[in-house]
């Protein structure tokens, strides 16, 4: 993944690929807007896969921000491979370092995947590699778990399989249903996504997650401002 340089400012550009309300890339736009991360983001566009009668309401809420949105309706397609052909020139339109899939409900092909190489990050709600796929907040409470929580981790052809770079962790209460864990999960993907971008866009830590299997967690390891605290030896 490049960083472009700019003026001894890096500046990692992002697109948002999106299927729904949007709230975490509504979450990533205001910790960017608010200055809120110790490091340089530029959100350039965000891009659903709704179809074009029924937009995905993050595109509106985007839009009123001020940021490009655009639509790859995929009725509009014959098969997949048009699908994403038409996906990817959309994305490669806006040059982005990398793309930030956030409640982007679409299995992507291995092929579509390979392309973007190590530029392709997704948010997952659970703490990974516990429960890849849907339902993770009911299967969560249904195996008795303790806690639960969020993963942000790098995409590869296998579903919610590639390398995790980061989770926050969220204790599961009596009396959780799979929607109470849902919004107290969400809560801390607002603040896990945004922060984990932030320490994408730091060349060191993303070196360091190229060669080490270990992930950071927030609050022990890094803070809302994507800032490595003192103590990251801790397993
Ligand atoms: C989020 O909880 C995200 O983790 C999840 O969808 C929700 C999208 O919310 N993603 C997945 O389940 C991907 N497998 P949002 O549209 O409000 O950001």
Known sequence: MSVTDTNDVQTLS???LI???GSNALAILDAIEQNRLCASLQMRAVIADSRIDQPAAGLARMAERGIDTALVDPSAYSDRTGFEQALAEVINSFEPD???LAGFMRVLSAAFVE????RIVNIHPSLLPNYRGLHTHQRALDA???KHGASVHWVTAELDAGPVIAQAEVPIEPGDTADTLAARVLIQEHRLYPSSLALLAQTTVLRQYDTTPKHLLLDRDFDDAGR???DTDCN
């Open 14 to 16: 992002i697109v948002i």
């Open 19 to 21: 299927s729904g309300r």
């Open 98 to 100: 990398l793309i930030v």
């Open 115 to 118: 392309q973007f190489e190590q």
């Open 144 to 146: 008795d778990d303790k």
């Open 228 to 230: 490595l605290l003192a």
